[in-house]
């Protein structure tokens, strides 16, 4: 059974646990982990919306979050996902102004910025603006990209919402941040960093096959990482290439 799953895939009604939410469920009682990056945290709002929530803490609400591409600046947070990481800055489009669990135990936000006035420049529609956010904005009032939750019953879960640019991959603490998340979500058991698992799971991507000409990304790691990742880690993905 899988640690943790990983999903990267269209959202709303196109995704793919919305015939599964009880299945999925019942992994999530278990303790399994769950990382959901860019489109598949846009959940249907009712049970999809509402699993998401008990699932990882937070989702992206059409008529609530906005879509717009932006260049936010990250600086570290006090977490274990930092480790090692230096403040980054990458251009992509950063969902933001999330639904989020009302109670706020064992949330972590990961990655927050203040976004600019230029980001809700669009008139208003299910991602582009509405006057929730707007008030939200120019109150001054810091957005959550990417965060940690720790459920009740001791799995974890991680929203992402970079990921709209294959290019942004290539920037170390976007990508690292990334590493440390699947780490830090027990992905393998804390043998992300060394295997070079991340790499193997981008690597049939443009990007990722131009990331893997850099001298640091060994075939040999590649190898190990399918070695030790068989059986132990589920990627569920119809948007990679």
């Not at 990382?35 to 919306?49: D, S």
């Not at 936010?72 to 669990?101: A, C, L, T």
């Not at 990921?163 to 027990?186: E, F, L, P, T």
């Amino acid at each position: 059974m899988a640690i943790s799953i990983v999903i990267f895939c269209t959202g709303h009604g196109g995704h793919v646990l919305n015939p599964k939410l009880k299945e999925f469920d019942a992994l999530m009682k278990k303790g399994t982990g769950v990382i959901m990056i860019h489109w598949a945290t846009e959940a249907v709002r009712g049970p999809p919306g509402d699993r998401f929530l008990e699932w990882m803490g937070g989702f992206c609400d059409l008529n609530w979050s906005v879509n717009p591409h932006w260049k936010p600046n990250f600086k570290p947070q006090k977490h274990p996902i930092w480790n090692g990481v230096k403040p980054f800055s990458v251009d992509d489009e950063w969902y933001y102004h999330m639904r989020f669990v009302e109670d706020r135990t064992g949330f972590t936000p990961i990655l927050t910025d203040l976004p600019p006035p230029e980001t809700l420049r669009r008139k208003d529609g299910i991602r582009s603006g509405n006057p929730a956010v707007r008030k939200a904005v120019a109150n001054g009032e810091t957005q959550h990209v990417a965060w940690a939750y720790e459920r009740k019953d001791g799995g974890r879960g991680f929203g992402f919402m970079g990921g709209h640019n294959h290019v942004s991959w290539q920037d170390d603490g976007y990508r690292k941040i990334m590493k440390n998340i699947m780490d830090n979500a027990q992905f393998l058991e804390g043998m992300l960093m060394e295997l070079g698992i991340f790499e193997l799971l981008f690597a049939h991507t443009r990007c990722g096959r131009e990331l893997l000409q850099r001298p640091h990304f060994h075939a040999r790691q590649l190898e190990l990482a399918a070695d030790v990742g068989a059986g132990s880690s589920l990627l569920l993905n119809d948007k990679l290439n």
